[in-house]
């Protein structure tokens, strides 16, 4: 039997797990989105290219789980969870982000840079007010999709005793034994956030993908 | 170049009656392909000269030579008596290093094919862009030449359009206009009119003629409008095979070829109704 009135009385440690969760992801994202760029540029550069490219297919090979917890378990203990938690989400997700942004730069069209050469234009500029711009408008949905995915992983936060939603969630149904529960309002705040964000993001879509 | 520092690699001096553009013995190899082949040729200042041949005969490399966008595998290009394809070291000459290309090549423009207008900018913009970023000209000099080219190729209500917002007509001439705005010495014509529809060519075409009318830049173009060839160019240069296959006065190409290779091509044009 459902009680809302567990339900009322548990909602404000949950919101408070939820803006944690929130926070983690939206700062693990701007790590993603900023270092996703720096990768996407260095890899064209001979030999250190290369060297980021395995580190990046190494990042993605192996679990966002174990990552985390390896990294957790040998930082200095000085560095709460939560930082290890946005810098661990944030470079995981940037050897995503760093793909994504790759094949934006490199739908560019040669002539593009061609244009920006014939007219001596700085690297500087060339990047910054022609190829980025274009390469970067292709990418905003696919870019927008890892934010939701990335959302849908900070639960793993869990394992490094963030106090985010699930956490959260875990702790009061296992004092008050009103686990189903629980884990129904943890789902169903996840939702609250991921559908209007889904939707958010179908429109960039429309917006940039066509052109 | 002071010549006397380069004794063994001495070239053209860039001097009243001197010319402006030499190709020394240039090769050009992609893989096994050679795309041009010894060619040796010049350019005088102020020369409009235009290059004609069957594709693949290496007209638009030399345009990307002198724009710097491909590099020569062998010989030498030399702009105004200074190396071009190559820097002075020591006493003779080094493959160019970026540097040094990018202060040589601000004296050349190039109007592409395919325009290659910024999409993410407006025309006013994509105008400005190089004359505030390059050559630092104030913001408001720099629009106000912007809108002043843009009168000169018959566009100055679209100085706020995107380029998308163009026809391929417009969006050439507003290529041109970008590449007047760096004001070059130098200005490289890459078959500009062969992506457009035929009732857009003679308005480009028409621009063209009044820059070459109007000023006293050099022109080197590559273009399958014989009849824009003949009327703007001084010397008409037929490629075939990576070389020089005949040159001459645009009326003596035209009207008398003396080579079989040039009379086949030229025939050949004129049947594909160009």
Redesign the interface.
């Known amino acids: 039997m459902w009680d809302f009135e567990f339900t009322l009385e548990v909602m404000p440690d949950l919101l408070e797990g939820l803006w944690i969760t929130v926070q983690a992801t939206v700062m693990g994202y701007l790590i993603a989105l900023a270092l996703g760029l720096a990768i996407a540029m260095v890899r064209r550069v001979p030999y250190a290219g290369g060297v980021v490219h395995a580190v990046m297919e190494f990042i993605r090979t192996t679990p966002l789980l174990v990552q985390l917890v390896f990294v957790f378990l040998v930082a200095p203990s000085t560095v709460s969870g939560m930082t290890i938690g946005v810098v661990v989400l944030g470079v995981h997700y940037s050897a995503y982000t760093a793909e994504v942004y790759r094949s934006g730069i490199e739908g560019v069209a040669k002539g593009q840079w061609e244009a920006a050469r014939a007219l001596s234009l700085p690297a500087r500029r060339t990047w910054g007010a022609i190829v980025l711009p274009q390469a970067i408008r292709k990418v905003i949905p696919a870019l927008g999709n890892y934010l939701i995915a990335m959302f849908k992983d900070t639960p793993l936060l869990f394992a490094i005793g963030v106090a985010e939603l699930l956490t959260q969630a875990q702790r009061l149904g296992a004092a008050n034994f009103r686990v189903v529960e629980m884990y129904t309002l943890v789902g169903f705040l996840f939702l609250i956030v991921s559908i209007p964000s889904a939707i958010l993001i179908r429109r960039l879509e429309r917006r940039y993908a066509a052109v | 170049m002071p010549p006397s520092e380069t004794p063994l690699h001495e070239g053209p001096q860039g001097v009243e009656g001197q010319p402006l553009i030499v190709f020394d013995q240039v090769v050009k190899r992609f893989g096994d392909l050679t795309v041009l082949d010894h060619l040796d040729f010049q350019v005088d200042p102020g020369e409009r000269v235009t290059l004609i041949g069957p594709s693949g005969s290496g007209k638009t490399t030399i345009l990307r030579l002198l ?3 491909e590099k020569v595998t062998e010989g030498h290009i030399w702009v105004d008596g200074e190396p071009f394809s190559h820097m002075p070291r020591g006493s003779g000459l080094a493959p160019a290093s970026e540097s040094y290309l ?1 202060a040589k ?2 004296r ?3 109007v ?1 094919q ?1 325009f ?6 407006t025309v006013r913009q994509n105008i400005t ?2 004359p505030i ?2 050559l630092g000209t104030p913001k408001d000099e720099a629009n106000q030449r912007a809108s002043d080219l843009l009168d000169l190729v018959g566009l100055g209500e679209k100085i706020d359009a995107h380029p998308t917002q163009l026809s391929g007509g417009q969006q050439q001439r507003v290529a041109i206009a ?2 007047l705005a ?1 004001q070059p010495e130098i200005l490289l014509l890459d078959e500009v009119t062969s992506a457009l529809d035929p009732e857009l060519v003679a308005g480009v075409l028409d621009v063209l003629r009044e820059i070459a009318e109007t000023t006293d830049i050099t022109m080197l173009c590559v273009t399958h409008e014989m009849g824009f060839a003949r009327d703007v160019s001084h010397r008409v240069l037929m490629f075939d095979q990576g070389q020089i296959a005949e040159e001459g006065h645009p009326d003596q190409i035209f009207g008398d070829p003396r080579e079989e290779r040039t009379k086949s091509f030229l025939r050949s044009v004129l049947d594909n109704g160009d």
């Open positions: 724009m710097t966008l990018r090549r601000r050349v423009g190039m592409f395919q290659n207008l910024f999409p993410n900018m862009e190089a970023h390059v970008r590449a760096m």
